[in-house]
T-cell receptor, first 117, second 116 residues
């Protein structure tokens, strides 16, 4: 299957600092990437849709100024958690959409564990 | 909006037995139904998917069936092994928001435990 990487895999930061998470599609180009947040023993919560070359589309309740998304190329999307607080601690997962003809398949990254102290 | 329901939430089976997880959806326009396996601390891994033009797909011990009339699809794992223990998520691709494209909607997950 297709490969999607995330970096870093885990990060610990102090409250008030900003953290950038990178999501890369390694063997295909992805016009669309998604960013999810997952709480323990819960399903995936979509935060935003990242489209290459345009602004991200955020889900209701997700602060766009808090979670900055940049999809600068067809293989890279970044999520920056600005002025992080302990309640931002979570497991963040990106995914990339691979398109083949008229079929789209979603592949996930390995996730980033964020702990804000 | 789209609603995907997944059952059961937890499932324990003896090694070698079969496991079945079922999902229902509400958007009749949904046309793609993937299943993901998530191990602890890792991202979801696509294990099998089915598109609306077929009713069943099989890959070794894993199979998925789709009933578009009833709007439900199921994951079947045969000859289960301890390494099949994980959380499994179903999903469908809806088409309810033309501004964001075809978003994926996830079930609530099934925690499968295969007892050796």
């Amino acid at each position: 299957g297709a490969v999607v990487s995330q970096h870093p895999s885990r990060v610990i930061c102090k409250s008030g600092t900003s953290v950038k998470i990178e999501c890369r599609s390694l063997d295909f180009q992805a016009t669309t990437m998604f960013w999810y947040r997952q709480f323990p023993k819960k399903s995936l919560m979509l935060m935003a849709t990242s489209n290459e070359g345009s602004k991200a589309t955020y889900e209701q309740g997700v602060e766009k100024d808090k979670f900055l998304i940049n999809h600068a190329s067809l293989t890279l999307s970044t999520l920056t958690v600005t002025s992080a607080h302990p309640e931002d601690s979570s497991f963040y997962i990106c995914s990339a959409i691979r398109t083949s003809g008229d079929q789209e398949t979603q592949y996930f990254g390995p996730g980033t564990r964020l702990l804000v102290l | 909006g789209e609603n995907v329901e997944q059952h059961p939430s937890t499932l324990s089976v003896q090694e070698g037995d079969s496991a079945v997880i079922k999902c229902t959806y509400s958007d009749s326009a949904s046309n793609y139904f993937p299943w993901y396996k998530q191990e602890l601390g890792k991202g979801p891994q696509l294990i099998i998917d089915i598109r609306s033009n077929v009713g069943e797909k099989k890959d070794q011990r894993i199979a998925v069936t789709l009933n578009k009339t009833a709007k439900h699809f199921s994951l079947h794992i045969t000859e289960t092994q301890p390494e099949d223990s994980a959380v499994y998520f179903c999903a469908d691709r809806g088409n309810l928001n033309p501004n964001t494209g075809n978003q994926f909607y996830f079930g609530t997950g099934t925690s499968l435990t295969v007892i050796p």
